[in-house]
């Protein structure tokens, strides 16, 4: 009977460990290199809608260039180039770019003025525009109390607002930014304000790099923003007389504030309870949105431009890719 020699056998493990062995590093080695690949085609892509995002802001300042020369900045809603989509072919893809009008929105970053007095008329604003979403006084005073708090540098806490105290207690916890917003989707992070307010405020409000009130351009202004317009006399206007103003004006627009003004829902409004020079016939800002598609690939952008007093437009305020 011929016995297994045990060495043979030991061999044959040592050589099957051994093509095991090389065989995980193989498929280890395939698997970073296709990862680094990938990663590197990631970055390429990421390259290449950057730029193609940078284009799309270089037509985009020339649309607003041309835009406020025709017409002098004074826009009407029935004003052409705004809103109209704009499909830019580029290599690997296309890039779809929209520039509108971005005069008529509430600041929120106005409640935080460092101006007091600036920033109390903002709270006040604020709270009125709360009131029209039918909000009682009361809470809409204590969330454009805690919405102030939020923005402004000191730990200091107003009535029925929030400061560290409060954020802290959280999970998971976090601190008052204690600075101006970068978007309206940072009301997320403040106390009070739900999904269901942001949603309603959404149509109405922006968040600009300063910490000045807009001003409200009344020849492009909708009806459904009328909320803003009866800010600008302090609840004076009714919600129902400022729709039926916007809805009523005329096509070519009003001449001016003064001819807007002396219409009978206005002219009637104390002086006291007027701030005229929260309304304007011009418009200087403009934001200009879309994305890069490439490779399948989406990569979204977006723009505030501005463009006043016969100056070069410019770029205040970008964003590349999501929030």
Request: net charge negative; hydrophobic share 45%.
């Amino acid at each position: 009977m011929i016995q297994a020699d045990p060495q043979r056998g030991a061999a044959l493990l040592s050589i099957m460990l051994i093509v095991a062995a090389l065989a995980v590093a193989a498929v280890i080695a395939i698997t970073a290199i296709a990862r680094q690949t990938d990663l590197a085609k990631a970055a390429s892509r990421r390259s290449d809608a950057s730029w193609a995002a940078y284009s799309a802001e270089a037509l985009a300042l020339s649309a607003v260039q041309e835009i406020s020369t025709v017409t002098n900045g004074q826009l009407t809603s029935a004003a052409t180039g705004l809103g109209e989509p704009v499909i830019i072919p580029v290599r690997g893809g296309i890039v779809a770019l929209k520039v509108k009008e971005a005069e008529n929105c509430f600041n929120i970053n106005a409640l935080g003025n460092p101006d007091e007095g600036a920033a109390t008329f903002a709270r006040l604003s604020w709270a009125t525009l709360l009131q029209d979403l039918e909000i009682s006084a009361t809470e809409a005073n204590n969330l454009a109390n805690t919405l102030a708090d939020w923005l402004d540098a000191d730990s200091a806490t107003r009535q029925g607002s929030a400061e560290d105290g409060y954020y802290l207690t959280l999970r998971p916890a976090y601190r008052a930014a204690n600075q101006p917003m970068d978007s309206p989707r940072e009301l997320a992070s403040v106390m009070g304000y739900t999904k269901e307010l942001r949603e309603a405020l959404a149509p109405l409000i922006c968040a600009r790099p300063d910490t000045k009130m807009t001003r409200l351009n009344i020849n492009t202004l909708a009806p459904d923003q009328a909320a803003l317009l009866r800010v600008a006399y302090s609840n004076a206007l009714t919600l129902a007389a400022a729709m039926r103003i916007l809805e009523d004006r005329p096509q070519s627009g009003w001449s001016g504030v003064d001819q807007f003004e002396a219409l009978p829902d206005i002219r009637t409004i104390p002086e006291g309870q007027k701030r005229t020079e929260a309304l304007s016939i011009t418009s200087s800002h403009f934001l200009a949105e879309g994305q890069a598609t490439l490779d399948g690939g989406s990569w979204p952008f977006s723009f505030i431009i501005t463009a006043d007093s016969g100056n070069t437009p410019r770029t205040v305020w970008r964003r590349m890719g999501e929030e």
